[in-house]
């Protein structure tokens, strides 16, 4: 499971990239307070602000978007839809992406293993996916 992890893993960076790399080029390097809504920004402070207690342990980065979570990554796409046009031609679309990313993840996170099948399908939509926002 460790190689579906790491795909997992490359796959909500590649996310983020996306996220950041279009807004910071359509708005501007205040992108983040302009375009993602409070509630968003205030979980991932939070996630931030809890890591920096544990002084003796690694912290995920220095940018915001390093603590948001897979499902507010989908929804700063959804509320900025304008600037993702050129990438994804149906949020519904990439909705169904994240939701299965999304399952196969927690199995992984929580110490299962993924079938064959499950594993065939995030081969698939990693590669609809990386086709369709390519840059």
């Not at 790399?21 to 359509?26: M, R, V």
């Not at 081969?123 to 086709?131: P, Q």
Request: with cysteine; proline share 1%; charged share 25%.
């Amino acid at each position: 499971m460790s190689v579906v992890y790491t795909a997992i893993a490359a796959f909500e960076n590649s996310v983020r990239e996306l996220i950041t790399s279009t807004l910071l080029e359509n708005v501007g390097a205040a992108w983040w307070e302009d375009c993602v809504s409070k509630k968003i920004r205030d979980a991932a402070d939070s996630r931030r602000k809890e890591e920096e207690k544990v002084k003796w342990h690694t912290q995920r980065g220095s940018d915001p978007i390093q603590y948001t979570m897979l499902p507010n990554l989908l929804n700063i796409i959804r509320q900025n839809g304008d600037y993702f046009e050129d990438f994804i031609h149906d949020i519904d679309w990439a909705a169904s992406i994240f939701d299965t990313v999304e399952k196969s993840r927690n199995v992984i996170m929580h110490s299962g293993t993924l079938s064959k099948r499950d594993i065939a399908r995030l081969g698939s939509l990693f590669r609809d996916w990386n086709t369709q926002v390519a840059t």
